[in-house]
């Protein structure tokens, strides 16, 4: 069996070398993979542009793991593949571009110019600038996020491309760099070392005298490159879906409320309309409330609002329909805990429910009638009640298994189900009075932060 060696080193046998190259890929996989945890990390990796702090902060992040691995070879000798240095100054340039290749060079290599191998310093400065400078020759960088240790498939598919216009393919020029660099570091420690009589230095490289172990040598840089690029890349695009279904989710909402809002105004235009003639005086007072509605749905723009604010939106609504109806035809009867009243809940969730109430409940009704609002808190949970003593579920306008034919009413349970999922419930049953009451079960928000990424508990 041939003799194996580090660079510059004694004998080593061949098994010890592979199982330390599996190793460096392990060391290599298991940073990537503690880096990618942290949300701050995330979002300086992920950002289409980054200031100058950002890119500072991201490099930073990369760079300090890698040289604690140094430091860890450093003071433990024989355990060498904690070294992986090179590869993450690869890492730093191919990401954050050449000032933070070079800066990420000069941070890595503070440990080994400490211990006295003060030339990888320039080496290392000189592999980022490389790295980062081919950043930038890009056509486009999610070349980057897709560069795989399998260049025969890149070869193959730049040749197919380009047999008649031949011109530069970026994951085999990132490939054979990253094996020129790898080289360049293997015969710089030879130099060293025959210039220091023979003696290998602390952070030498693995290398072999036997082809098959040197082949695997340089593989495994490319594959400590590759994996932690793979790492990333997965948590780049599953954060690119959780994005979508929140731009899906916001959608949604946007198309919901479209419907609400129009839907209201209608209506109200409708009870307008009525007085215009007949009052003119009071048809300029419900014209002036309608405008205080419209000013505060045009300024509302997130899903989530107090139930305070509901309430107050629900007082001008009902200033209109008081005006329509007569107040001695709707009575409006609050029943609210105040502990309740700065709740987070999904925004004009009331409105489409007083409006059912009026419209299939007191509205068919001669002597008009009363609609009553309840909130409490029940086990942690915010309910909330519309009831009405209006004709009731028997009446044609509303279906027997307890569903409204109103616009209103299936929006609200469309908002709810995108808000809450099935952490929300609705139920539409007969009243005490004889009317109709709607009963809303909400999980309590903890904070709203727009669109619908609110914390729900």
């Known amino acids: 069996m041939p ?12 098994s010890i070398i592979l199982v330390n190259l599996l190793i460096r890929i392990g060391v290599a996989a298991a940073i990537a993979s503690v880096l990618v945890r942290s949300r701050r ?46 590869e993450s100054v690869l890492l730093i340039g191919v990401i954050g571009g050449r000032v933070m290749g070079a800066l990420g060079g000069v941070l890595v290599s503070l440990p080994a110019v400490a211990a006295g191998a003060w030339t990888l310093l320039p080496f290392n400065v000189v592999a980022g600038l490389v790295t980062g400078s081919l950043r930038d020759l890009a056509a486009n960088r999610d070349e980057v996020w897709s560069f795989s240790p399998f260049v025969d498939l890149s070869i193959y598919r ?6 008649k216009r031949p011109r530069l393919d970026w994951q085999t020029s990132f490939f054979l760099i990253i094996l020129a660099l790898r080289l360049a570091d293997v015969q710089l420690a030879r130099l060293m070392a025959a210039m220091h009589g023979g003696k290998p230095g602390p952070l030498d ?17 490319v594959v400590c490159v590759a994996v932690p690029l793979k790492i990333w890349n997965n ?37 307008v309309s009525s007085l215009v003639r007949v009052d003119p005086d009071t048809a300029r007072h419900v014209i002036v409330k309608l405008a205080t509605i419209l000013r505060k749905l045009l300024r509302s723009h ?6 305070r604010d509901e309430i107050d939106f629900i007082d001008d ?29 999904p925004s004009m969730l009331l409105q489409p429910l007083v409006e059912n109430s009026i419209k299939h409940g007191l509205a068919p009704k001669i002597e008009g009638g009363s609609i009553t609002l309840r909130s409490r808190l029940d086990d942690g949970a915010l309910v909330i009640e519309v009831e009405d003593d209006g004709v009731g579920l028997g009446h044609p306008s509303l279906s027997g298994n307890g569903q409204s034919h109103g616009i209103g009413m299936a929006n609200v349970a469309g ?15 007969r009243g005490a009075a004889g009317g109709t009451l709607v009963r809303i079960q909400l999980p309590m928000v903890e904070h709203a932060t727009g669109g619908v990424a609110a914390a729900v508990k």
């Open 317 to 345: 609504y009902l200033d209109i329909e008081v005006v329509r109806f007569g107040r001695d035809k709707l009575r409006v009867v609050k029943e609210l805990e105040p502990e309740t009243m700065d709740a987070l809940v």
């Open 3 to 14: 003799v194996l060696k580090w660079a510059a080193a004694g004998p080593v046998h061949p």
């Open 235 to 271: 948590t780049r695009i599953e954060r690119k879906l959780e994005q979508q279904d929140r731009m899906l989710l916001q959608a949604r909402m946007q198309a919901l409320q479209s419907q609400i809002n129009p839907h209201f105004l209608f209506n109200t235009l409708n009870s």
């Open 302 to 307: 997130e899903a989530f609002s107090t139930l």
């Open 158 to 163: 730049w040749l197919k491309k380009n047999v």
């Open 41 to 86: 990390f995330k979002e300086l990796l992920f950002s289409e542009e980054r200031t100058f702090s950002e890119k500072l902060q991201l490099m930073v992040f990369i760079a300090v793991p890698f040289a604690v691995g140094v430091v860890i070879r450093l003071a433990a000798p024989n355990f060498s593949p904690a070294d992986v240095s090179l």
């Open 205 to 221: 490289p693995i290398t072999s005298d036997h082809w098959a172990v040197k082949l695997a040598c340089y593989a495994t840089s």
């Open 415 to 429: 908002r709810m189900k995108v808000l809450y999922g099935e952490g929300a419930r609705m139920a539409v049953m």
